[in-house]
């Protein structure tokens, strides 16, 4: 019975892993099938557990939103990255969340935002190209 209970807990382990389904993840985002790699991003982002991989799997679940044209739920998994964390993503993800805020005709939002990246990143690639 134990043998057993090791390989069900073993292959539970292994497919549920975080960083296997990111890898995953992006097979699906490079074949372009992107509410596929939309799903394995989210699990991945639930599942890693430090903060500099978190946001990356989030920033990815946002670009795969944006590719997929599904630019409300981009513009909101960008929103919650640029809100809560401070890593590498950050200066991209609030150019991107800018642009995309002004597509959507949320002015207002989007100039907050340029604003935020060029203070916050002054000498940034991001804040250089607004």
């Known amino acids: 019975m134990w043998p057993l209970l090791l390989v069900a807990a073993g292959t539970y382990f292994h497919v549920n892993n975080p960083e296997r389904v990111y890898s ?3 097979v699906e985002m490079r074949a372009s099938r992107w509410s596929q790699a939309i799903d394995k991003f989210d699990q991945a982002y639930a599942g890693r557990k430090t903060k500099a991989k978190k946001e990356e799997a989030l920033f990815w679940s946002a670009k795969a939103r944006e590719q997929a044209h599904l630019d409300a739920q981009a513009l909101s998994r960008y929103g919650e990255l640029t809100s809560q964390f401070q890593g590498y993503w950050l200066p ?36 250089q190209k607004i």
Do not use: M, Y
């Open 24 to 26: 995953a993840a992006w």
């Open 92 to 127: 991209e993800s609030l150019f991107t969340q800018a642009a995309l805020a002004q597509k959507l005709g949320d002015t207002a939002q989007a100039t907050a935002l340029r604003e935020r990246l060029v203070r916050e990143f002054p000498n940034d690639r991001w804040a």
